[in-house]
């Protein structure tokens, strides 16, 4: 774990990150936020932490960990500048802006880590897909390394060309799957339950089914055919969702428009 880190970008994936990294231990004094407005909850953690808010005269840190809105990336350049020396391990988990968008904005940075993680990130169940700068370090790369799995799984990219498709399906990826949540309660609702017994179960289901494939050594294949009884309700659901005009072909197009997205915000 970095010595100092400097989080920019206190917001849900700044947030998520933060929060992780606090229960693998990072210790608040290493850390400082800079956040123009940071909600009331992120003062409370980072009171209860120790983290320094704003600090008035920040120093380069070890580790430069950048969180902000993609479109906010030239505004905040000119203040970030200053922070990213060439010993600086810069992450920066901004959808679509590139390595070489980022160097653009920090012209003395020379370690530069793209990382794309997930909102799970906050329970340490994250996902994220990484690339490193050709002149990243090899302890920069144990440092951003011991960071991100701190947050979860870490699948390294030998480039960031698939980045792109890293955010479209697991950075992503978990509005998908709220999405299910919603939609089986609604359709639950429609087959004639409460509005709140449907929630309840909806998110039971999504979250205990999400549980069980975590922990479970089974394909999620396997696990779909072990409640699929021949000629039950179960394979007359799925008749319907595994259709030729079913989720894989709506995911798929889902996915390419996450991607293709991804690729209008470099810059
Ligand atoms: N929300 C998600 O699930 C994921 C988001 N990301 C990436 O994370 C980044 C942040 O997204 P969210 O957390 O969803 O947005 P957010 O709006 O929740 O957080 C952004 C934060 O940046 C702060 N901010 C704005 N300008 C700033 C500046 N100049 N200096 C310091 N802080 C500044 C805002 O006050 C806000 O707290 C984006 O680049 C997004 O692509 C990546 C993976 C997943
Ligand atoms: O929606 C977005 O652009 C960001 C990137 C991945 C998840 N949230």
């Not at 290493?30 to 909850?41: E, G, Y």
């Not at 799984?153 to 949540?181: H, K, N, Q, R």
């Not at 999620?220 to 005009?245: F, H, I």
Request: aromatic fraction near 2%; charge should be negative.
């Amino acid at each position: 774990m970095p010595a100092s880190l400097i989080l920019v970008g206190a917001g849900k994936m700044g947030g998520a990150m933060l929060e992780g990294w606090l229960a693998d231990g990072l210790p608040g004094a290493r850390v400082a936020v800079i956040d123009p407005s940071p909600s009331p909850a992120m003062l409370a953690l980072c009171a209860a932490h120790g983290i320094a808010v704003n600090p008035a005269d920040p120093v380069e840190p070890e580790a430069l960990v950048l969180a902000i809105k993609p479109q906010g990336l030239d505004a905040a350049g000119p203040a970030l500048a200053p922070l990213a020396g060439p010993g600086t391990l810069v992450v920066s988990v901004l959808a679509g802006k590139t390595i070489a968008n980022l160097k653009d904005r920090l012209p003395r940075a020379r370690a530069v880590v793209r990382a794309m993680p997930n909102l799970p990130a906050s329970i340490r169940r994250g996902a994220t897909g990484a690339a490193a700068s050709p002149e990243t370090g090899e302890d920069q790369r144990r440092t951003a390394h011991a960071l991100l799995s701190g947050i979860g799984l870490v699948e390294w990219l030998d480039g960031e060309d698939l980045i792109d498709a890293v955010t479209a399906v697991s950075g992503s990826g978990p509005a998908y799957i709220f999405l299910m949540a919603e939609a089986l309660a609604a359709a639950g609702v429609a087959a004639g339950l409460p509005a709140e017994v449907a929630a309840r179960l909806a998110r039971q289901t999504v979250a205990g089914a999400g549980e069980l494939l975590g922990q479970s050594p089974e394909e999620p294949a396997t696990l779909r055919q072990n409640v699929t009884s021949p000629g039950g309700t179960t394979a007359a659901a799925l008749g319907v969702l595994m259709a030729e005009e079913g989720l894989a072909p709506l995911m798929r197009e889902a996915v390419a428009a996450a991607k293709r997205r991804a690729g209008e915000l470099a810059g």
